[in-house]
């Protein structure tokens, strides 16, 4: 199984107070990717990482940024949590050895709920 | 616009039986993959299957296999022999070569004992 560890795992927080979700891979994997799943939709990405310091947005990226500064960890932040954020976020890589060929590699997932 | 459609969101089937998920999509790309992953109660996401556009012949992996059908853009997952344990989601996905993937709305399914 690829090393990838999200955490926290499960949050509760307010609506207004910043969150911060971190993906961590031990896999030196190029590639990462942060995706929230909710029902009827699948996953949507939020934003992705093909680099150090290199992130671009995603289809849902609104309310959301992140930042990359090492290889191994991914940091998503929610700046001021709504409700509309509540969901259950993935982090996911790909691109071993600076190829990409196409398989991601998810983490197990941090399940956020804003009140 | 890319698409992936998933056109059932649920579904059941009984053990031992086979049981086949329809997926369709929409690329203008030549090259891309296909692929089937799996997502059990357990929310961890697990890779099912793959398929690279470029090859005409099906993938399979054990008791699971694809019909690919390139200039219909269908995609469809079939799983012999189920079992309890292939309970879960199944999300289809489309990766076209760059960091972007497509995947539909899921379909879930039920083995029944």
């Known amino acids: 199984d690829a090393g990838i560890t999200q955490s926290p795992r499960h949050k509760v927080t307010e609506t207004g107070t910043p969150v911060t979700l971190r993906c961590h891979q031990t896999e030196n994997h190029r590639y990462m990717y942060w995706y929230r799943q909710d029902p009827g939709h699948g996953l949507r990405l939020i934003h992705y990482?093909?680099?150090?310091?290199?992130?671009d947005k995603g289809e849902v990226s609104d309310g959301y940024s992140v930042s990359r500064s090492k290889t191994e960890d991914f940091l998503l932040t929610l700046e001021s949590a709504t409700s509309s954020q509540t969901s259950v976020y993935f982090c996911?890589?790909?691109?071993?050895?600076?190829?990409?060929?196409?398989?991601?590699?998810f983490g197990e997932g941090s399940r956020l709920t804003v009140l | 616009a890319q698409t992936v459609t998933q056109s059932q969101p649920e579904m059941s089937v009984q053990e031992a039986e086979t049981v086949t998920l329809s997926c369709t999509y929409d690329?203008?790309?030549?090259?891309?993959?296909l692929f089937w992953y799996k997502q059990p109660p357990s929310r961890q996401m697990i890779l099912v299957i793959r398929q690279e556009a470029y090859k005409q012949q099906n993938a399979t992996e054990n008791r699971f296999s694809v019909n690919f059908q390139k200039a219909a853009k269908s995609f469809s997952l079939k799983i012999s022999d189920s079992q309890l344990g292939d309970t879960a989601m199944y999300f289809c996905a489309l990766f076209r070569g760059t960091y972007k993937y497509i995947f539909g709305t899921g379909t879930r399914l039920k083995v029944l004992a």
């Open positions: 990482s093909y680099g150090v310091k290199d992130t």
């Open positions: 996911a890589i790909s691109g071993a050895e600076g190829g990409n060929t196409g398989e991601l590699f």
């Open positions: 690329t203008s790309e030549n090259n891309y993959y």
